[in-house]
């Protein structure tokens, strides 16, 4: 079946330090990629997607490239702050006849300080 | 707007006892899903709806019941809690019933912490 895999955190920064979050994934078929992120005491939130191979997908500084050579979807920012102190979902999704269903990877929690 | 809501926050529970988690969109979306997190796995998907009327069992339905009321309000039911079943739940919806990426974007409610003791 499909499985997501992502670094195991937490991972602990200064503030402006250049994040990376790794993240894997075996899929039947062609995937879609996400990376949700989960700030303390609230739900999650789609931080990016892509949906095919060598997409890039982008928000809030954030980066994550589509690789299907290396079935990779790594998350990158090259500054992070201290509002960016929060678990980090990567996740993927098959369309099925019906239905539309995530899965997660493990969430990474990164900290970051001032 | 409120989006997707969920109530309640948190609830306790003796083993054995049933309770029902409610969630509601106002975004007029077509699928609903339940889910639960648990430490380092990540988010497991319990039951999915596709459409009013339809329910479909995800990776972890067992011990758990579902019932799409209406287009809007998609609810959970644990009929006998265990301690197993302690978690934090979350609703979600989107748009589309599966076949497009871009309308099935999940829009996720902000969780029920659940401890069953």
């Known amino acids: 079946g499909d499985s997501v895999t992502q670094m195991e955190g937490p991972v602990t920064l200064s503030e402006e330090a250049f994040l990376t979050i790794n993240c894997t994934y075996t899929?039947?078929?062609?995937?879609?990629l996400f990376w949700y992120v989960q700030y303390p005491g609230e739900g999650l939130q789609l931080l990016l997607k892509?949906?095919?191979?060598?997409d890039k997908g982008s928000n809030k500084g954030f980066e994550a490239t589509y690789r299907k050579e290396t079935t990779s979807f790594h998350l990158e920012k090259g500054s992070v702050q201290v509002s960016d102190s929060a678990v980090y979902f990567c996740a993927l999704t098959s369309l099925k006849a019906a239905g539309n269903k995530l899965t997660f990877g493990g969430g990474t929690r990164v900290l970051v300080k001032p | 707007n409120a989006g997707v809501t969920q109530t309640p926050k948190f609830q306790v529970l003796k083993t054995g006892q049933s309770m029902t988690l409610q969630c509601a969109q106002d975004m007029n979306h077509n699928s609903m899903y339940w889910y639960r997190q648990d430490p380092g796995m990540g988010l497991r998907l319990i039951y999915y709806?596709?459409?009013?009327?339809?329910?479909d069992k995800g990776e972890v339905p067992n011990g758990y019941n579902v019932s799409r009321l209406n287009k809007r309000e998609f609810s959970l039911r644990l009929e006998s809690a265990a301690p197993s079943q302690t978690s934090v739940y979350f609703c979600?919806?989107?748009?589309?019933?599966?076949?497009?990426?871009?309308?099935?974007?999940?829009?996720f409610g902000p969780g029920t912490r659940l401890t069953v003791l």
């Open positions: 979600a919806s989107s748009l589309g019933t599966g076949w497009s990426v871009t309308l099935d974007t999940q829009y």
């Open positions: 709806s596709a459409s009013e009327g339809t329910t």
């Open positions: 899929a039947t078929g062609y995937p879609s």
């Open positions: 892509a949906t095919k191979a060598d």
